[in-house]
DNA sequence: CTGAAAGCGCTTACAG
DNA sequence: CTGAAAGCGCTTACAG
């Protein structure tokens, strides 16, 4: 590599300041627009490469955002990765991105480092139990937070998420309207505001229609394929012999159609089974999967438009903002059949 | 928040001076060991950040890898990342992602990012149709580049991928063994070294076996689900009608899967179908994926050594590495039976 | 074992 | 419209 080019270069081959130069790069009106043309030129003639490390120094702002999920192989947080990537990617911010797979020690490790390299605001999705002090640490730090996917009690960041409990009554009462009365729920932790509310919601719904609720139709713990697929064998041998399932979120859900469809049962007819989210792949699971979707994708644009604002100056009202599910309505749920 | 705590603000509160502070946090045997001690004491009641971005400047080190990959919600790509983060999480490196979704001018944005943000290094899987002077932007600037997945015709950075023309051979092998003799190859694309070695290999293992080659026999395109679920419209129609299907990764082949299935076939029993890389989910797919262990833990972890390694000043040979695939059978593949 | 001073490469008042 | 100078917060020779 050849020598390290910066400002001072440029000002000397030209016989100008680095006052000057530094302007003309970044468009100011204050120079000359001939002067500032030849600048440019000779910039990308000799190669010249900002230093943002050096401007971020100065100027305290670094342009990084930093994001912090449970896990971006999860398609849930890669469907609103990729909408706060799009949304970052026109303000030319660059993101960080780190899984926290719900340990509290790595989220404050990372919280940390983005202090350190002066991120200018995180997006996150906190892990189970993280403590308040935790939560405040950014913000006491100058750094403004935005929360996703889950809230958290007690922090009144401002917040984007799905309105859960609604979310889930709706593929609830689409099982009821399809005759079904005895209907588990498979999946999903009290641990996390969304597992708490699904639950609630699933509950609230039955209550409505006169359906008995029982406990023992609940089974928890799974959030991914793996999770949904090892639930099946419980699911099969609840002896209430539940004829359909409202599951955490679509991954559950597909497991555990592959979970029941290798013990013999054909979901979708003999077993019906809503999932949530719409994710991208719940339209080509087989059967195609009836779900709730969770805009994610709105998720994503609000809460990274939400930090660009603030970043810009202007305040957004602290606060949850519920974003309104709705139902999709594939083939992976009928009218009840008795199990026998 | 309150006021900056800097190096200084540390020293004038113990009378010392800020290069001593600076030595005892990073545990320099320069400063006594009392003296280091309470320093740190200090530092942490006083709540110091330390500001990497100021000693990056001086030090032009910044801690930072980047990566750059297609795409990370694609499960081959995230399971790499995610032995490239837990690599370089013991060396307390933080890595910057960005996907390139196959697009020269984003991969080269992001490139420059890096160059200004005064990253260490980087990995990536070029992006088609990369021109060689975007693969030797980094290096030029100082910042040293590891290739994983796809390598480059003309390009002798050091290379991390599997043996793909090897790896579709067992594939294609297996269902030969099977008594399978019209074999279709379904997804990829001849734009990757990937797309290109998968085919050849299993033209290779054809022509081995004595089984005519018939080029209409390939249905190119597929890289993803919703690809391979599109393309068992086209491979149900070929006249030769095929009984197994060598796809080019898991996705498609689950796709393909879903697709068979939805037009009245049994995927494992009517038609044989493999997969390519092993992810996490082939094993619970319905039928369970008969695959090609692409070693992407070994890739990342590779990778990320390679370069820490080069950071460290070893200076690792060049060229491709190859990791050696390995056949997992499980249900989706069976004894040849005619179409009907 | 500790300190004074220079410098990393920018940007920003301030002068002119 | 352009320049001289200070300073962002570190680290690193160099002195003592």
């Given at each position: 590599?050849?020598?390290?080019?910066?400002?001072?270069?440029i000002?000397?081959?030209l016989?100008l300041?680095?006052a000057t130069i530094s302007l003309a790069l970044r468009d100011s009106p204050l120079v000359a627009a001939d002067t500032r043309e030849k600048i440019k030129i000779q910039a990308r003639?000799?190669?010249?490469?900002?230093?943002?490390?050096?401007?971020?120094?100065?100027?305290?702002?670094?342009?990084?955002?930093?994001?912090?999920?449970?896990?971006?192989?999860?398609?849930?947080?890669?469907?609103?990765?990729?909408?706060?990537?799009?949304?970052?990617?026109?303000?030319?911010?660059?993101?960080?991105?780190?899984?926290?797979?719900?340990?509290?020690?790595?989220?404050?490790?990372?919280?940390?480092?983005?202090?350190?390299?002066?991120?200018?605001?995180?997006?996150?999705?906190?892990?189970?139990?993280?403590?308040?002090?935790?939560?405040?640490?950014?913000?006491?730090?100058?750094?403004?937070?935005?929360?996703?996917?889950?809230?958290?009690?007690?922090?009144?960041?401002?917040?984007?998420?799905?309105?859960?409990?609604?979310?889930?009554?709706?593929?609830?009462?689409?099982?009821?309207?399809?005759?079904?009365?005895?209907?588990?729920?498979?999946?999903?932790?009290?641990?996390?505001?969304?597992?708490?509310?699904?639950?609630?919601?699933?509950?609230?719904?039955?209550?409505?229609?006169?359906?008995?609720?029982?406990?023992?139709?609940?089974?928890?713990?799974?959030?991914?394929?793996?999770?949904?697929?090892?639930?099946?064998?419980?699911?099969?041998?609840?002896?209430?012999?539940?004829?359909?399932?409202?599951?955490?979120?679509?991954?559950?859900?597909?497991?555990?159609?592959?979970?029941?469809?290798?013990?013999?049962?054909?979901?979708?007819?003999?077993?019906?089974?809503?999932?949530?989210?719409?994710?991208?792949?719940?339209?080509?699971?087989?059967?195609?999967?009836?779900?709730?979707?969770?805009?994610?994708?709105?998720?994503?644009?609000?809460?990274?438009?939400?930090?660009?604002?603030?970043?810009?100056?202007?305040?957004?009202?602290?606060?949850?903002?519920?974003?309104?599910?709705?139902?999709?309505?594939?083939?992976?749920?009928?009218?009840?059949?008795?199990?026998?």
């Amino acid at each position: 590599m050849a020598q390290k080019i910066k400002l001072s270069t440029i000002a000397e081959s030209l016989g100008l300041s680095t006052a000057t130069i530094s302007l003309a790069l970044r468009d100011s009106p204050l120079v000359a627009a001939d002067t500032r043309e030849k600048i440019k030129i000779q910039a990308r003639a000799l190669g010249y490469i900002y230093n943002r490390r050096a401007a971020s120094l100065r100027t305290s702002r670094s342009g990084i955002i930093g994001v912090v999920f449970h896990d971006v192989m999860n398609p849930f947080y890669g469907e609103i990765l990729k909408a706060i990537e799009s949304e970052l990617d026109r303000s030319r911010q660059t993101f960080i991105l780190s899984n926290h797979y719900d340990s509290v020690e790595k989220q404050r490790t990372f919280i940390e480092t983005l202090l350190q390299l002066g991120s200018d605001g995180i997006i996150m999705s906190p892990a189970i139990g993280t403590p308040l002090e935790d939560m405040t640490l950014a913000e006491e730090n100058g750094m403004p937070a935005i929360l996703v996917a889950r809230s958290m009690d007690g922090v009144d960041m401002p917040t984007f998420r799905g309105d859960d409990s609604y979310g889930i009554s709706l593929a609830t009462n689409h099982l009821i309207s399809l005759g079904h009365r005895t209907i588990a729920m498979v999946g999903g932790t009290d641990q996390t505001s969304t597992g708490r509310d699904r639950y609630q919601g699933y509950v609230n719904a039955l209550r409505k229609a006169g359906i008995e609720v029982d406990p023992n139709l609940r089974i928890p713990g799974a959030r991914s394929k793996q999770g949904g697929f090892e639930a099946a064998v419980n699911f099969l041998s609840l002896p209430q012999k539940p004829t359909a399932a409202v599951c955490w979120n679509d991954l559950v859900a597909i497991g555990l159609m592959n979970g029941v469809s290798r013990a013999g049962f054909v979901p979708g007819k003999d077993i019906s089974v809503t999932g949530y989210d719409d994710l991208e792949e719940a339209a080509i699971a087989t059967p195609a999967l009836t779900t709730v979707s969770n805009g994610q994708a709105e998720v994503g644009r609000l809460a990274a438009r939400a930090l660009l604002d603030r970043l810009a100056g202007s305040h957004e009202p602290d606060g949850i903002h519920l974003i309104k599910p709705e139902m999709r309505i594939r083939q992976s749920t009928s009218p009840c059949v008795p199990r026998t």
